[in-house]
């Protein structure tokens, strides 16, 4: 693995400089979807898992699951921030940040991201923020998304493995999946799970999302934690988007403590500065949700479906010596026109012909369905879809046929040396750009 590492870090400096003058905007407008009955679709789908149901393409936003989960990586100089503490504690406050912020791109983006075909992958390259990520579709049943992310101060992998069930009023996202983060300066290794994502009033009503569960990120090497819970909204919305936590030290006493919202922002304080200022603000104190002893307390008050909006007039609590560890940056003035998205997510699906030399034929940018749509031209999209579809059951029908098993090219299944579990691992082979091992699936 050594090997791999100082031949990629040679092959990447003699790779072609890529413009750093991201796009602002789609090439047209996006469709408008109350042109459309979901309803018709959706009926048949109560408590399945959308997964494995073939959905029409007006519900799909022009980007691939591997370029989604690429949004991890938004706020990714939060990890240079954390790389940077000298104190455990303080690294653990922005590693809590980052995976807060990796799902603020989901808010209001309500299209779904087309599931990738076995074999798909996705390169990203950003030398601004310091970092380059690789992922591969590993498995197709069940569908699982590997990634590994590259920096001068850390790497960042994982697999995900999305469960979708729509439940009549609103469809859960259970984004299953360990996510390993290593601080090189330090020699620490990081896990945790992202919180579960909810779609609200997917039939009637405006469309709302909402993050709900308890997140805890371990540090392997000081047995520091932290624990955050994702609040759910109850009746009147309170607490709705709201992240409260605290961090704890190798003996579970409460060092820091993280309050704000997954929207907006992230804030971190002293633990003693929190309770006192709890103490002071009983109104606060009464609807706060506790987390001793890192487990959670979580109330378990159903979500009126029919609030779209949000409270966040008490993210900042302006506590004496908090700190801002995050703040999402504001999205583009034109982004309902693009699917909601960032300005992150608006370059993920950029083709320059400078991109597309140095690009395996894998790649998602290379998707024609996801072109299609991109360009606005729905019919073509959906044409292109189910070939897409066709021919993948068709190669799988033929691979059963012969009996042959089918292998990642860039990931293998084996032990993830943090967790001690099985996981898909890179094998680092990605960075010598040989393509003649990637299958033809487009």
């Known amino acids: 693995m050594m090997a791999h590492k100082a031949e990629k870090n040679q092959e990447r400096e003699e790779l072609p400089k890529l413009i750093l003058n991201y796009r602002t905007k789609l090439p047209v407008p996006m469709f408008d979807r109350n042109n459309f009955s979901f309803w018709s679709i ?11 149901i073939t959905m029409p393409v007006v519900f799909n936003e022009p980007l691939s699951f591997l370029q989604r989960i690429t949004e991890y990586m938004e706020y990714a100089t939060l990890l240079n921030m954390a790389s940077s503490m000298d104190n455990p504690a303080d690294r653990m406050m922005y590693v809590a940040a980052f995976a807060v912020s ?11 991201p087309f599931n990738p075909l076995l074999g798909e992958t996705y390169e990203l390259d950003r030398p601004d923020l310091g970092f380059h990520l690789v992922s591969e579709q590993v498995s197709h049943h069940p569908p699982i998304s590997a990634f590994y992310v590259e920096s001068q101060n850390f790497t960042f992998h994982g697999s995900v493995h999305p469960k979708l069930k729509f439940w009549g009023k609103s469809v859960d996202i259970c984004p299953k999946g360990i996510v390993t983060l290593e601080l090189k300066k330090h020699g620490e290794s990081y896990t945790w799970q ?13 469309l709302w999302v909402e993050h709900y569960g308890v997140m805890e990120i371990v540090n392997h090497k000081t047995k520091h934690k932290a624990v955050l819970n994702f609040k759910q909204g109850g009746w009147f919305g309170r607490d709705l988007h709201k992240v409260e936590g605290f961090i704890y030290d190798s003996s579970k006493r409460k060092v820091k403590a993280l309050y ?26 009464s609807s706060k949700h506790s987390v001793e002893n890192g487990e959670s307390k979580s109330n378990k ?13 008490l993210s900042d609590l302006n506590i004496p010596g908090q700190v801002l560890l995050w703040k999402a940056t504001p999205r583009p003035e034109n982004t309902h026109l693009y699917f909601s998205f960032t300005s992150f997510a608006l370059c993920l699906n950029e083709l320059t012909e400078e991109i597309r030399t140095i690009l395996p034929p894998t790649d998602a940018r290379l998707r024609p369905d996801i072109r299609k749509l991109e360009e606005g031209n729905i019919d073509a999209a959906a044409e292109e879809k189910n070939r897409l579809e066709e021919k993948q059951r068709t190669v799988r029908k033929d691979r059963k046929k012969h009996k042959d098993e089918w292998s990642p090219v860039w990931f293998q299944f084996g032990i993830n040396p943090v967790t001690q579990k099985e996981d898909w691992m890179f094998t680092g082979e990605y960075w010598r750009r040989n393509w003649s091992k990637c299958p033809e699936i487009f």
């Not at 959706?42 to 494995?52: A, D, P, T």
């Not at 008050?301 to 007039?313: G, R, V």
């Open 301 to 313: 008050d159903d979500i009126e479906d029919n609030i779209p909006t949000h409270h966040l007039s």
């Open 260 to 285: 704000g919202s997954w929207l907006l922002d992230l804030f971190g304080v002293d633990s003693d500065a929190y309770e006192e200022h709890l103490q002071n603000f009983p109104v606060e104190a």
């Open 42 to 52: 959706l009926k048949q789908c109560i408590g399945k898992e959308l997964s494995k």
């Open 102 to 112: 990796s799902v603020s791109s989901n808010w209001e983006r309500i299209g779904k």
């Open 194 to 206: 992202n919180v579960n994502c909810c779609v609200h009033n997917v039939i009637v009503g405006k």
